[in-house]
C-alpha cells in the first residue's frame, strides 16, 4: 500500500517562510507528477504547484515567485518552499502524486493535509 504523509505546516506571521515536505511511503515502483494542492474554508481545492519526474515545475500565479517546489526522486519526497506568505495563503495543503505500486497500476494518491495559518 501506498501512502502520503506530509509534514510542515504551522502558524506563522505575513511575510515569513515554511517549508512543506510530503514523503510518499509504501511498496513503490514509480512516480509520475507530484504536486500541492491547497483549499481555504469553504473554498475548492485549487492547484498550487507541480512538478513531473524530470524536475518541469507549474505554479499557480498567485504563488509565483514567492513559492517554490522541487523534489528528491531518490527519497520519493516533494517539497514546497513557501516564502512572503500572505494571510491570504492561509489554507490546508494537500499533497497530490501519481504512483505505480510495485505489481499494481497507476493511481492517484493524496496526503492527509496539513494547515497553513498566517496571521496578519
Known sequence: QVHL???GGGLVQA???LRLSCAAVGSIFSIDTMAWYRQGSGDQRDLV???NSSGWSNYADSVKGRFTISRDNAKNTVYLQMNSLDPS???????NA????RGGSWGIYWGQGTQVTVSS
Open 5 to 7: 504523509v506530509e509534514s
Open 15 to 17: 511575510g515569513g517562510s
Open 49 to 51: 504547484a507541480n512538478i
Open 89 to 95: 495563503d492561509t489554507a490546508v495543503y494537500y499533497c
Open 98 to 101: 501519481g504512483v505505480r505500486p
